[in-house]
């Protein structure tokens, strides 16, 4: 996690990502996690981050979520890891806890992760009501990887349909769209 964490900096600091959301499976292993969280700050010192880590157990599956926020990123001012966590906590089915720089969850459902953190980040920063580029990096069960680019607008709900119809290529595996009560896709 580690040489991962490190890598991953380095694409988001080449890259101008405003924060990065990934999926590194670890296990539930919270040191690991932290480690290559640390690993990711020592060179993107000011990038929120958010990792998500799935286990497939025998019995049934789990995923943790932790998110750090530094303390000196721009975005500190309007996002803070314990606000981000508790309002996606409801996404994995789960329970956590932290405070404004770091917080982390466990939970029992990931599936589609990667689709309800994209809404979960729409919800979140229009109801800040900021205006943000963001970038953001997510991964599919498949290890598939897509990255969105983000512009902001006051309708929240047209412009997310709007957004996903142009701009996100469906891969195999990738989004699947719900169809309005006309048939439409939204």
């Not at 720089?101 to 992760?113: F, H, K």
């Amino acid at each position: 996690a580690k040489t991962y964490g490190k890598r991953l900096a380095e694409k988001a600091i080449a890259e101008k990502l405003s924060f990065v959301v990934e999926r590194v499976d670890v296990g539930l292993d919270s040191k690991a996690i932290s480690e290559g969280i640390n690993e990711f700050h020592k060179v993107a010192e000011q990038t929120p981050i958010i990792w998500i880590s799935v286990a497939e157990l025998e019995i049934k599956s789990k995923v943790m979520v932790k998110i750090n926020v530094p303390g000196t990123s721009p975005l500190a001012k309007v996002l803070n890891a314990k606000d981000w966590l508790n309002s996606a906590v409801a996404l994995i089915n789960g329970r956590g806890g932290g405070n404004a720089v770091d917080a982390q969850a466990q939970g029992l459902n990931y599936d589609n992760i990667a689709e309800k953190w994209l809404n979960f980040k729409f919800r979140l920063f229009f109801y800040k009501k900021d205006i943000f580029l963001l970038k953001v990096i997510s991964q599919y069960k498949s290890m598939q990887t897509f990255v969105l680019t983000l512009r902001s607008c006051t309708k929240v709900e047209i412009f997310k349909r709007n957004f996903l119809r142009k701009n996100l290529n469906k891969a195999e595996g990738g989004i699947v769209f719900k169809k309005n009560e006309h048939g439409n896709k939204i």
